[in-house]
């Protein structure tokens, strides 16, 4: 496909463009998309930028002289192009009143089959998007810690970036939720995302103002900067180390410390490069200082860390369910974190955080794949279908069925299970990652569901 460059001033809706500076310097969900309305025109307009990539191939606009096929317009002159004017929104609105006339009447059962079909195409579009933007920030995270040994300023003004683009996208919806996403790549990228979604996510709760939270984003995304400087086999926790081995890794604090200096990071992020291993009790490291002196963004960065390494240890030790770290977090935590922190964590979180491997009150195997932060004990929930059904016209169903438990008043969560405790045709089906890892999304609700259910 062949992108042109046209002004910004000639942008019209429908079209498919592709801004060249990429995931951080700009608002919006991806850096290629198709125009949805006049604000996002507004937007890109205030953005400062001249021209943009369109790919005339991929946009949508209304039909004019000249296009080929209906509503996509093939390339021509971008003067041209920008003069065209659309369909007005009176005789669209004339097209739009015929097209419902003539469509026949859906019965109940129709709509509500139509409605969960576009829930599923949303919740599908959902998935990929979320999958898209983990991608992008885990590279530009891995920029950040590629400048970080020549270039600790671009590392420093590329994790502000980053972090300032994942918290407009998260204020900007009314309610967010905590996607399970793939995971793949470098590990370390991914502690660090996870850690910052979890943080900001809690943050955004606690209601932090946009400094803190910003101070809080950066921290979490550096908060392991200084494993940079320590041998592999001591950067993945302390559970096996001892005498000079354990110093060793606990240098990494101190390390990171100089680290974000080098980098200009803020007061607010170095406090939690600098005390995210310090515990409520004072029994952490390095300096052994209690609740009272720690930094909240610290307080927070200090259990979603721990949480984050019961779900996916370093090599060979044995990995948590989400559902088992919450569980061990609460009960083993009360003394060692923060009291108002750890309990809006797991509010937050959930008793079945995404991830978890479940069975549901109809004995049916399920795993939790998305949460709403606000209301967190009916997830939306991926589940094995024992035997798969067959539709009345003879058409097999899938193996597995995505669910809003929210919507579903009668269907519940019964227990969390570990792999091993779910049968292996439910365990293909549903297909756990060896790691858990967690991106951000808006809550879009599934309409009509209860009289889906009944």
């Known amino acids: 496909m062949t992108a042109t460059l046209i002004a910004v001033e000639d942008l019209r809706v429908g079209m498919y463009i592709q801004l060249d500076g990429g995931w951080l310097s700009h608002p919006f969900p991806l850096s290629s998309f198709r125009i949805a309305g006049p604000d996002q025109i507004s937007t890109l307009r205030g953005l400062g930028l001249g021209r943009v990539r369109w790919v005339p191939e991929k946009s949508v606009l209304a039909t004019q002289p000249g296009d080929g096929p209906a509503g996509h317009a093939q390339p021509r002159d971008v003067d ?24 026949p009447e859906l019965s109940d059962v129709e709509r509500v089959r139509q409605s969960r079909a576009e829930w599923l195409a949303a919740q599908r579009e959902s998935a990929r998007l979320c999958e898209r933007q ?121 390390k990171g410390v100089a680290h974000g200096r080098r980098m200009a990071l803020s007061a607010g992020a170095l406090a939690v490069l600098a005390q995210h291993h310090e515990h409520a009790d004072g029994s952490g490291f390095p300096m052994q200082i209690g609740s009272d002196r ?99 016209r003879g058409a097999p169903q899938p193996s597995a069925e995505l669910l809003d438990l929210e919507q579903v008043p009668d269907l519940g969560i019964r227990r969390s299970l570990a792999p091993a405790k779910v049968p292996s045709a439910a365990l293909q089906a549903l297909d756990p990652r060896p790691r858990v890892a967690y991106y951000f999304e808006p809550i879009a609700r599934e309409p009509h569901a209860e009289a889906l259910a009944a």
């Not at 399970?180 to 709760?205: E, F, P, Q």
């Not at 921290?219 to 041998?231: E, F, N, R, T």
């Not at 370093?314 to 569980?327: E, S």
């Not at 491997?357 to 589940?383: C, E, F, H, I, W």
């Open 134 to 254: 983990y991608g992008e920030a885990g590279a530009a995270w891995r920029c950040a810690m590629e400048a970080l040994a020549a270039r600790p300023q671009e590392a420093g003004s590329t994790s502000r970036l980053l972090t300032q683009a994942m918290l407009d996208k998260m204020l900007s919806a009314e309610d967010v939720g905590i996607r399970l996403v793939s995971g793949a790549g470098d590990r370390n990228a991914a502690h660090a995302l996870n850690v910052t979604v979890i943080a900001l996510l809690i943050g955004r709760t606690l209601g932090l103002d946009a400094e803190e939270l910003a101070d809080l984003g950066v921290g979490a995304l550096m908060h392991d900067v200084g494993k940079q400087d320590i041998p592999e086999r001591y950067r993945h926790g302390d559970g096996d180390l001892g005498g000079n081995d354990l110093a060793a890794y606990r240098d990494h604090v101190v």
């Open 80 to 103: 041209t192009a920008a003069a065209a004017e659309t369909v007005s929104a009176d005789a669209a609105a004339v097209v739009g009143e015929e097209a419902s006339a003539a469509a």
């Open 294 to 392: 720690m930094a909240m963004g610290a307080r927070i960065v200090a259990i979603v860390d721990r949480y984050d390494k019961l779900c996916n240890p370093g090599p060979g030790a044995p990995a948590m369910t989400p559902h088992q770290a919450v569980a061990m977090l609460f009960a083993q935590g009360r003394q060692r974190y923060d009291t108002t922190v750890l309990n809006t964590f797991i509010r937050m979180m959930g008793v079945y955080p995404a991830g978890s491997l479940v069975q549901l009150t109809d004995d049916r195997y399920a795993m939790v794949v998305g949460v709403n932060s606000s209301r967190p004990l009916k997830p939306r929930v991926l589940v094995h279908n024992v035997p798969p059904t067959v539709a009345a």
